[in-house]
């Protein structure tokens, strides 16, 4: 039987491109924080989990390693899950894992990314591809996403439009994000005329790339109970993985995220919600490239199958909206510094708590969801959080 | 005691050879087909699935998306994949049933040593790669050549653990010549006699060719569940009694060289989870990482098998050998049979669970009901696991 | 929109260099070598379930056996999803656009991912019929295909 476990507190810090820090300096800061948060001391750690996704980005081999020291990792057991983008999410739900199993009570999960100091980012993107299939055809990640979005938008006829939409929320969300690297007052104009990286994603579509770190401290019920009154729990995780061989998959369509939808569904069984788009007050969604979010709002129930376009448009998921999503910024407004996307859920975290300063929305945020893409078309990661 | 968790299901693919005509995605497909049938089951059975790979090691980033297929992943809970050795696999799926004891979860790694770099260079500038890259990177970069660097750094830490225990090279070199012997076990007696092993190439005193672990392809799965579902199962479970694993400081200049304080710390759980307190005396068989001869016996010391000061006359009296109380890498160990680095932490395991079931075919050892899998992550790392397995 | 770039603290330059030479598998290399010698696609059929995999493989990874049998698909089929770019190697803009595109291959439950010769990304739908254009100098690699074009009537 799973043992009950809640977040207790969140590290947060800047997004940056090129940040001066050092990976270990980075990690260091947001543990820091994410403890002083906690009123905890690094002693009272009994397990650390990494997360990071790619070590050539920052060239170095078990980057992890590095950072044992400014994690209170040293002489603890630590443990490094890397899983493409949806590190983001699968990170945290390893670090609950460590808790529902009862071997800890207290978890450092810390996700981290430095990837602007890799002056060819597509170069090691390309390693990403299966050697014999992929990689001698020059596939870059700007064609893969446009072969995804365009066939999501042709399968369900959604446009361009609607995707700069979700580019001018985010973006104008993050004006209150103090740890955006990007915010940008933004019009649609100004997004349909930003240059194309490959039909349908602009460059405005696009997250920048970025350095950065996110820490979440998880407790079992009994330590949670002990160090706050109003714990928010971890209600359901879902994973979800798909063929390798994205040329051949059952769905040929890219557009219909199936994996994700799966893992939806058994993060939603896990928590007992049965209709999201009622049930779920507030989600932060991974949204690298603006497509991505409406995929994700329509694979996590946020909308129905084909209708992110309508969601946009009658300003369901605006700040005010009658189910915000991303607030914060999202990866648009803050950046992808691919491991550390778990901001996503640090900052459902802070929705329910009331913490999230500028970025707080109107309604009452009692049930969260976050989730993470990644791989070859492959994975997504979710985590459904609230209080009881 | 809750429900346990226990191993159900062992696939090992393991070759002296280099494995070219397998793709890793093949190998793994295959060590995993065997761990079902071993287990009785199907694909449809898998509830989760858990790799690990370094993705330096393979060339590939995001290496696990390539082999979800092979672990029967395709539309499963599998995404989660650790960049440690493969026995941190195993400590992550213990986890997961604990969690959920409904579910089987399969735990496997990979890894193709033949695929690196052929001019022998592939891991060390690896290992020069994983060096901090401001302050330590630059020197090691800088040295004439790379395939200095492995030997110098073990060298470093060997020649600190000679000091601290007041070992000779020859009574290191015995435990190349035991490990090659054990993997030899029923066919013809190895030509690795000490002699061979004190002569063999030097690369940085101590550090020969002969004590250093050889790299190797090979490829583990185990199955993982709770002990409620083996009930009606085939095989007899092997259980985990106890699993623990640490690292200690990253930085080289501040650690204490020639002692592993990274396993040791590793053993605390671990024990404390199996109940053990005289390891040197409950523990029946130990699979130890060897990669290095001197590692072997600094691991011994940090397992708890044996005192610095008692680790000559233990050697002097055999007790590690095949025959002794507490046999030490009887399948042959890393040196013998050849390091997949980052699976072998799992094959490890594998190893110790085949002697508990007593299906070591050709090297099993009489009675072994309690055994301990270690793993060490190699230079310049300090990160260790044990998992203490049991008959019952 | 430009931002003025942070002036970076110091830094200190590197470069990873590993080569590495992957195994093709017993299904890369029967299918590299039939597209080598003959020009053929070949695909596994899974005797179980009845799927032809295309890129193929020794096993089918719904049924998890290894029940395959090798089959000869035609090198044609429909475009699932295409994308274009105008980057350069060397990062410069492009006049005219590199396409790859997603083929459905006929007679199987695969396809391949590749270049897009031809056509001009007007004149490209999803859903149209491709065919594949071999090269002549073949070496058994995946590049001994040159492009998919429109299929010809």
Known sequence: MAKKVAIIGVGMQKFEFRKEETVEEMIFDVTRNALENCHLSKEDIEAVVYGSAVDAFCGIHNSDKIAIDASGGLLRPTMRNSTSGSTAISTPILGYTHVASGLYNLVMVICFEKMSENVAAQAVFSTVYDEAFVRPIGLNVPIQCGLEARGYLHRYGLTERQMAKVSVKNRGNALSNPYAQLPMKLTVDDVLSSPYLAWPVKRLDTAPVTDGARAVVLASEDVAKELTDDPVWIRGVGRGADSVWFMGRRNYDLGRLDYAYLAAKQAYDMAGIQNPMTEIDYAEVYDPFTYKEMQHCEALGLCPEGGAGRMIDEGISLKEGALPVNASGGLQGEGNPIGAGMSRLCWCYLQIKGQAGACQVPKTVNIAVANAWGGMFQYNAVMVIGRD | MENRVCIVGIGLVESAQSIFELSHKELLFYSTRKALDDAGLERKDIGGAITSSYDFLEGRSLSNQFTLDSIGGVMKPCDLRLGEDGIYSLFAGYMEVMADPSKFVVVASVQKASERDSEGLGYQKLIAASMEPVFSRPVCNSIPNLLGLEPVLAAMEARAFMERSGLKEEQLARVAVKNFNNANSGREKSAINLKAVLESELFSWPIRQLTRAKEADAACTLILASEKKVRAMAQSPVFIRGIGWCSDQSHLAFRQQGLARETKWATHQAYKMAGIQRPDKEINLAEVSDWYAHRELMHCEALGFCNLGEIGSCIADGVFEKEGPLPVNVSGGLLGRGNAIGTSGLTRAAQVALQIRGQANGYQVPGVEVGLAHSWSGIPTATAGVAVLSKW | ?153
């Open chain 3, 1 to 153: 929109m430009t931002k003025k770039e942070k002036e970076p603290g110091m830094t200190i330059n590197g470069e990873i260099h590993v080569k590495y030479r992957w195994a093709v598998g017993k299904a890369g290399e029967r299918f590299f070598n039939e597209l080598k010698e003959n020009k053929k696609i070949m695909g596994t059929r899974c005797r179980q379930c009845s799927r032809v995999l295309v890129p193929p493989r020794i096993f089918c990874e719904e049924c998890f056996v290894e029940n395959m049998e090798w089959v000869e698909v035609e090198p044609k089929g429909t475009l699932t999803t295409f994308g274009e770019s105008y980057f350069s190697t060397d990062g410069k803009r492009l006049k005219e656009p590199w396409m790859l595109g997603i083929v459905k291959l006929n007679g199987s439950d695969g396809g391949l991912i590749h270049f897009i010769g031809e056509a001009r990304p007007e004149d490209m739908k999803i859903g149209m019929s491709m065919e594949i254009v071999f090269r002549d100098k073949r070496e058994g690699n995946i590049m001994d295909i040159l492009y998919f074009r429109p299929a010809k009537k």
